[in-house]
């Protein structure tokens, strides 16, 4: 497996349309299968509104299929505090940090592509 029990994920649904929700999960990996993991953690919603990032607030458990191709999976630090991770605009650029050992930028190409 390349996702083990107990590592920290970002999970981003890609969308097939402009229309299309973006969402994304960032959760502790509970239980790793071939096809399939089970996650907990927070799920983020885009708020076209207020252009950020609206995290859930509970956490969830959600069960994530490794087989497609609908979904972009980062690795964060075993250091990560999950609590504290959210969506930031850093000079221009959107990232996911906790505001210590994890920061991603999530966008390569700036906020608004």
């Keep these: 497996m390349l996702v083990d029990v107990g590592e920290m994920v970002h999970v981003v649904e890609r969308r097939r349309f ?35 990032y609206i995290r859930s607030a509970e956490q969830r458990t959600r069960v994530i299929s490794l087989t497609g191709d609908g979904l972009i999976i980062n690795l964060a630090p075993p250091e990560t505090n999950i609590e504290e991770v959210r969506y930031e605009d850093q000079e221009g650029r959107l990232v996911v940090t906790d505001g210590g050992a994890f920061l991603l ?6 906020r608004n592509r």
């Design 105 to 110: 930028d999530i966008n390569e190409f700036g």
């Design 18 to 52: 402009d229309t299309d929700l973006r969402r994304h999960f960032f959760g502790v990996a509970e239980r790793v299968e071939l096809n399939a993991m089970r996650v907990r953690g927070y799920a983020f919603l885009y708020d076209s509104g207020t252009t950020l």
